[in-house]
């Protein structure tokens, strides 16, 4: 573990006590166009638990992608704070939050964002090199999750001889490689049918239940509703309203 991360080995206050996986607190995003500000965030607040998985709801444009890049610290806010797992992104320099991510977050993309020139194995194998992990424990640990996603026999298949759903789950794969607190997913069903959208939606459910990772997708897949545990309603940049699934449940029975 980087030495940096923790409070007392820096001497920086970036550790916080540890209540909730996430925590965003009036988090702003704003740009410059022309003579116009662009407010793609405008306060936005909420906090997610350990183990819960949360869809963040929108039609596009409303913010949805920047709010999920604010959590993944691939984007830095213009004002507000982000914690992960009690820790202040802001804080830390470019090595940290590499390490942050890499140890901290699995990521799920909508465009797979997988590497032509590997096999679906070596794919999932790179967040496992970057961190350290020995060649041969990583290459065993890559096809076991793989298996898991149903696409062991697909090993050494180069995403080019996948579909678009193989594809995806080869990305969820490769977002477990490191053993994640949180799955961060970002439309990961807006390049697929809808059965194949299904599917992958009862994938990431059933990792969260299994192994209690909390997952956090930005998505307008209304079938996200079904599995999420609360739904974040997102317009122009603000929170519209915050919904427990069991609440919405009640109200269409």
């Given at each position: 573990?980087?030495?940096s991360l923790?409070?007392?080995?820096?001497?920086?206050?970036?550790?916080?006590?540890?209540?909730?996986v996430?925590?965003?607190?009036?988090?702003?995003?704003?740009?410059?166009?022309?003579?116009?500000?662009?407010?793609?965030?405008?306060g936005?607040?909420?906090?997610?638990?350990?183990?819960?998985?949360?869809?963040?709801?929108?039609?596009s444009?409303?913010?949805?992608?920047?709010?999920?890049?604010?959590?993944?610290?691939?984007?830095?806010p213009?004002?507000?704070?982000?914690?992960?797992?009690?820790?202040d992104?802001?804080m830390?320099?470019?090595?940290?939050?590499?390490?942050?991510?890499?140890?901290?977050?699995?990521?799920?993309f909508?465009?797979?964002?997988?590497?032509?020139?590997?096999?679906?194995?070596?794919?999932?194998?790179?967040?496992?090199i970057?961190?350290?992990?020995?060649?041969?424990?990583?290459?065993?640990?890559?096809?076991?999750?793989?298996e898991?996603?149903?696409?062991?026999?697909f090993?050494n298949?180069?995403?080019?001889?996948?579909?678009?759903?193989?594809q995806?789950?080869?990305?969820?794969?490769?977002?477990?490689?490191?053993?994640?607190?949180?799955?961060l997913?970002?439309?990961?069903?807006?390049?697929?049918?809808?059965?194949t959208?299904?599917?992958?939606?009862?994938?990431?459910?059933?990792i969260?239940?299994?192994?209690?990772?909390?997952?956090?997708?930005?998505?307008?897949?209304?079938?996200?509703?079904?599995?999420?545990d609360?739904?974040?309603w997102?317009?122009?940049g603000?929170?519209?309203?915050?919904?427990?699934?069991?609440?919405?449940?009640?109200?269409?029975?």
């Open positions: 573990m980087s030495s923790a409070a007392e080995e820096t001497g920086r206050q970036v550790v916080r006590r540890i209540e909730y996430v925590e965003v607190i009036d988090i702003r995003k704003h740009y410059r166009l022309g003579k116009i500000t662009v407010k793609a965030l405008d936005v607040t909420f906090s997610v638990k350990r183990g819960e998985y949360v869809s963040i709801m929108g039609p444009g409303s913010g949805k992608t920047t709010l999920f890049n604010m959590i993944g610290g691939l984007d830095r213009t004002g507000g704070k982000v914690y992960i797992d009690g820790v992104i802001a830390l320099d470019a090595y940290e939050l590499a390490w942050l991510r890499a140890k901290k977050i699995g990521y799920i909508q465009t797979f964002n997988l590497i032509p020139v590997l096999t679906a194995a070596e794919n999932v194998m790179l967040p496992m970057f961190v350290g992990t020995p060649y041969s424990e990583a290459i065993i640990k890559a096809r076991k999750l793989l898991q996603v149903g696409l062991g026999r090993a298949h180069k995403p080019g001889e996948l579909s678009g759903g193989q995806q789950r080869v990305a969820a794969a490769r977002a477990l490689a490191n053993d994640p607190s949180i799955i997913a970002d439309e990961p069903t807006g390049n697929l049918d809808l059965q959208g299904l599917r992958l939606i009862n994938l990431l459910k059933k969260n239940v299994e192994k209690n990772v909390t997952i956090v997708t930005a998505t307008h897949d209304l079938k996200m509703i079904d599995i999420s609360r739904i974040i997102i317009r122009d603000r929170i519209e309203r915050i919904e427990l699934r069991r609440d919405i449940e009640a109200e269409a029975g």
